[in-house]
């Protein structure tokens, strides 16, 4: 019930709106982490596009982590063609690392 209501109040993303997204949020931190270490070059790439595009949500104007999860759980869950500009950037750093970007529709 709180996880819908922060989606609905637009304090949190929502792909799905079910557990799911909270779940998926989740991964994307892991996601994160490793590009972080691995391609360090990619995550500065990130954090620009965090620092010059809208936050998807509330939660995610807290700090790039948080938007790059948020990012992720729209990634994931919502098709390509409803991504907004920081999903798409997103998309763009996750296939220059070599990492499959998601698409529901696919």
């Known amino acids: 019930r709180t996880i819908r209501r922060d989606q609905q109040n637009g304090w949190l ?9 909270l779940l998926t949020h989740e991964y ?3 996601v994160h982490t490793e590009l972080r270490a691995r391609r360090p070059r990619l995550w500065r790439r990130w954090t620009a596009a965090v620092r010059d595009l809208p936050a998807l949500s509330q939660y995610g104007k807290t700090n790039d982590h948080e938007a790059f999860a948020e990012a992720f759980t729209e990634m994931e869950g919502v098709p ?7 999903t798409q950037a997103l998309a763009h750093i996750l296939e220059a690392a070599g990492m499959a970007a998601g698409d529901p529709d696919s």
């Open 80 to 86: 390509r063609s409803r991504w907004r500009p920081l």
């Open 28 to 30: 994307g931190h892991l």
């Open 13 to 21: 993303v929502s792909a799905t709106g079910t557990l799911e997204d």
